[in-house]
């Protein structure tokens, strides 16, 4: 039994929980967590995943989609192509496809996270530290150390991200030396993979209302169309993918209209606090020394 995989059915004990948490926190977005759903997948609806076609146009469900339509369309056309519909398991997934398909919460932030990876990493973490016929004294030692290692780890990415700019960002285009400025360094490497994605794309101006300004984009080979609007007077910017909305960074499509457009620095307020270098402030030089003496001790 210990070696199953954990069995992941939206039983009755699930449901008590959702309705607990609509009570106690109701602005949370309640989420299923994506991994352990296609791991449920291989569980239930086996058969169908053999399927090449099946399984490409599932993932692409699970995956794949921006927009509410294009997901529906698919879910729709996998039920019907592949008789799905009498399978229960896959019934119940349907029925709850607001709470695992990332389309239907865009506009709330997660960070994009889509699956369960912080409380995984927490607890592969205590696998590695722990065995099964450990003392308390021993955990608790080997708690400690982790503890101090983690913290001098982000201490030390504090420093680097404190003290230096990036040099792709000091040769490159102004918006990306701004963001070499103001952000940590995976921030600054997430924004710049987007803003080079940002190449790509055309973009039409397709309407004006005295100061809002909407944009078209568009790829070769590619149906889907993004929509942004520019606001010229106060520079709010808003696109229809919403990656601002659930990822607090801008997007390869509003990064567009921007360079176009001939800004030079991300606008402020589309530089959330707790992805800028002075994030964690209050944490000052001095610890940063302490811990580090700390870790050269014999």
């Not at 349907?94 to 960070?111: N, V």
């Not at 940002?198 to 309407?207: A, G, I, Q, R």
């Not at 070769?220 to 993918?241: F, P, Y």
Request: aromatic share 10%; charged share 25%; hydrophobic share 35%.
């Amino acid at each position: 039994m210990g070696n199953q995989p954990p069995k992941i059915i939206y039983t009755d004990q699930c449901q008590a929980m959702a309705n607990d948490i609509r009570d106690v926190f109701p602005d949370t977005c309640h989420r299923l967590c994506l991994w352990y759903i296609s791991l449920n997948a291989t569980r239930h609806i086996a058969s169908y995943l053999r399927i090449p076609d099946f399984k490409k146009m599932f993932n692409k469900c699970l995956y794949g989609y921006e927009t509410v339509a294009e997901f529906q369309s698919t879910l729709d056309e996998l039920l019907v192509t592949f008789n799905v519909t009498e399978n229960e398991w896959f019934k119940r997934l349907y029925t709850l496809r607001k709470k695992w398909c990332a389309t239907f919460s865009l506009h709330t932030f997660s960070a994009r996270i889509q699956v369960s990876q912080r409380s995984e990493s927490t607890n592969n973490v205590f696998h590695h530290i722990s065995a099964a016929k450990m003392r308390l004294i021993e955990f608790v030692h080997h708690y400690d150390k982790q503890v101090e290692l983690t913290r001098l780890s982000e201490l030390e990415e504090t420093f680097h991200c404190t003290n230096d700019v990036p040099s792709t960002a000091k040769r490159s285009t102004k918006l990306l030396y701004h963001a070499g400025k103001v952000y940590t360094r995976k921030i600054y490497n997430l924004f710049g993979t987007e803003l080079t994605a940002s190449m790509t794309f055309k973009m039409d101006e397709v309407d004006t209302n005295e100061t809002v300004h909407t944009f078209e984009l568009s790829q070769e080979g590619c149906n889907r169309i993004s929509v942004v609007k520019l606001n010229s007077s106060d520079d709010t910017i808003t696109c229809s993918c919403k990656m601002f909305e659930s990822m607090g960074l801008l997007c390869r499509h509003a990064l567009r209209v921007l360079n176009v457009r001939n800004f030079t620095k991300i606008p402020p307020q589309y530089i959330l606090k707790r992805w800028k270098k002075d994030a964690k402030s209050r944490i000052g030089a001095q610890e940063h020394e302490t811990l580090l003496q700390q870790k050269n001790k014999p």
